[in-house]
């Protein structure tokens, strides 16, 4: 019987071969993670964010708390396959303003359409980015 891998983790796996074939020379292609992307570049969701959601697009229109539950809400019901955009997500949530609780029955009202396993991966993503926001306040 054969395990289906992550299709994230296999488009990552995809990316390094295409990278290592491409540049032999360099190293480090096998350690990459999303983490370490994040790590390297950390502003980089929050300027992709601004850009495509912030005031550049439609001013008048949702605020940016609004926007980022409802893209949590399209992330859960999309099944939980999208690890790094769900923490990003959370993380531009509270950052414009979304309480614990907002974000908490946000993934719970999607447990109707994705289905509870989607609704649970996405609330323990959700916890985690919670926890360390906490932590990083104290």
Same mark, same amino acid.
């Given at each position: 019987m054969s395990?289906?891998? =992550?299709? &994230?983790?296999?488009?990552?796996?995809?990316?390094r071969e295409? +990278?290592? *074939?491409? *540049?032999? @020379? /360099?190293?480090? $292609?096998?350690? $990459? %993670?999303p983490q370490g992307f994040e790590k390297l570049w950390p502003t980089m969701p929050k300027d992709m964010m601004d850009l495509?959601? @912030?005031n550049m697009l =439609?001013?008048? !229109? /949702?605020?940016?708390?609004?926007?980022?539950? /409802? %893209?949590? +809400? +399209? /992330? %859960? #019901?999309? @099944?939980g396959q999208a690890d790094a955009q769900v923490r990003v997500t959370v993380r531009?949530? #509270?950052e414009a303003g979304a309480r614990k609780q907002e974000i908490v029955e946000t993934? !719970?009202?999607? *447990?109707? &359409?994705a289905g509870i396993p989607a609704m649970t991966r #996405?609330?323990?993503?959700?916890?985690? #980015?919670? +926890?360390e926001n906490e932590e990083s306040e104290t």
């Open positions: 395990v289906e891998k =992550n299709p &994230f983790e296999a488009m990552i796996a995809q990316y295409m +990278a290592k *074939s491409m *540049s032999p @020379g /360099l190293e480090g $292609f096998e350690s $990459f %993670t495509f959601f @912030g =439609n001013r008048d !229109g /949702l605020d940016a708390k609004t926007r980022m539950l /409802l %893209t949590l +809400a +399209a /992330l %859960t #019901v999309l @099944g531009h949530a #509270v993934i !719970g009202q999607m *447990s109707m &359409f #996405v609330m323990h993503i959700a916890q985690e #980015v919670l +926890a």
